[in-house]
């Protein structure tokens, strides 16, 4: 974050908002500039993302879906806007001992321990490994004892757009976001890549909610996406990954996505208007859609 930070500075802060009498690496300075960057870097990369994959991506024919809310977008991205702030405190933490030097972070390649194959490696390892975290603190949200108070507003969207990607209570979305904070810690990465790692864990958030459930035959089991997550806000207790279904299969969560056997959201809402079409033609509303029971009302 300190690249950010320092190009900040360089371009905006120094020469026009901070006193020059202050100096850059004074603490409580970094701090400040860290909350500003931090939230503004979010709400950006929240809104540029998500506006595209709610404009070109996202199926507008699900907001006819029966468990699509009411404002449902509205509130997702109201939701969104007020927990950041909490978010970015314990997050902006974490960057601010980066920016003093705490992580292991490094700046050029010949810093790599293993040169280029090193940061090829660092970022799969870096996937694998959030991946995992997210996994098990993911279901830890669902545990009775925590999942009312922390996580259930993520659920409240049952079939959700690319706005209910950042839709989480303040603790909740800083536990699913700490192993992408602790990484750099315990593992060298390069900052640019870091960066990069950053956006990408963001738009890949995005893209779990984008209701595009179509993915390569060849990756259908391997990667968790769109049609498996929004199995997730369905059904629950299916599906926690973020990136691959590994963990899942490996904690015997694994469920394979209705949408992949021809009874996901679309072909609900396909029988729904056959259905209805059908009633018209018969002149009576009594012939029946098939019934979603299984679904559980938590
Ligand atoms: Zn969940
Ligand atoms: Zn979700």
Same mark, same amino acid.
């Given at each position: ?13 120094? =020469? ?11 603490? %409580? $300075? ?35 879906? =029966?468990?699509?809310?009411? /404002?449902?977008?509205? $509130? ?44 090829? %490696?660092?970022?799969?390892? %870096? ?34 757009? =690319? ?16 192993? &992408? ?5 315990? %593992? ?13 864990? /963001? ?20 990667? /968790? ?13 299916? #599906? ?15 469920? /394979? ?10 072909? &609900? ?22 019934? $979603?029971?299984?679904?559980? #009302?938590?």
């Amino acid at each position: 974050m300190d690249l950010v930070l320092n190009y900040a500075d360089s371009c905006v802060l120094t =020469p026009y908002v901070y006193p020059s009498t202050w100096p850059e690496e004074n603490p %409580f $300075r970094q701090l400040i500039s860290l909350f500003i960057i931090t939230n503004l870097g979010g709400l950006a990369i929240y809104f540029l993302f998500g506006t595209l994959s709610y404009y070109f991506i996202f199926d507008h024919s699900l907001k006819k879906h =029966p468990q699509f809310l009411e /404002n449902q977008v509205t $509130r997702e991205i109201k939701y969104s806007v007020k927990s950041l702030p909490w978010i970015s405190v314990p997050t902006v933490a974490i960057f601010f001992a980066e920016v003093r030097g705490y992580s292991r972070l490094y700046d050029n390649i010949e810093d790599s321990p293993y040169g280029w194959f090193g940061v090829i %490696f660092s970022m799969l390892s %870096f996937l694998f490994f959030t991946d995992m975290c997210i996994y098990w603190i993911h279901r830890f949200l669902h545990h009775k004892l925590v999942y009312k108070r922390l996580h259930k507003p993520h659920h409240l969207w049952k079939v959700p757009t =690319p706005f209910a990607s950042h839709a989480f209570h303040p603790v909740d979305g800083f536990l699913q976001s700490i192993p &992408y904070h602790i990484y750099p810690f315990l %593992f060298p990465l390069h900052k640019v890549t870091y960066l990069g790692l950053y956006i990408f864990v /963001n738009v890949w958030t995005i893209s779990i909610h984008d209701g595009d459930y179509r993915v390569p035959d060849v990756l259908k089991q391997i990667i /968790n996406g769109a049609a498996h997550h929004t199995d997730h806000h369905l059904y629950f207790d299916y #599906n926690y990954g973020q990136y691959f279904t590994l963990w899942d299969k490996i904690g015997g969560s694994f469920k /394979n996505p209705t949408s992949f056997e021809g009874m996901g959201p679309h072909d &609900y809402l396909k029988r729904l208007k056959e259905s209805e079409l059908s009633s018209m033609r018969n002149g009576c509303g009594d012939e029946k859609i098939p019934s $979603r029971d299984s679904l559980k #009302n938590k």
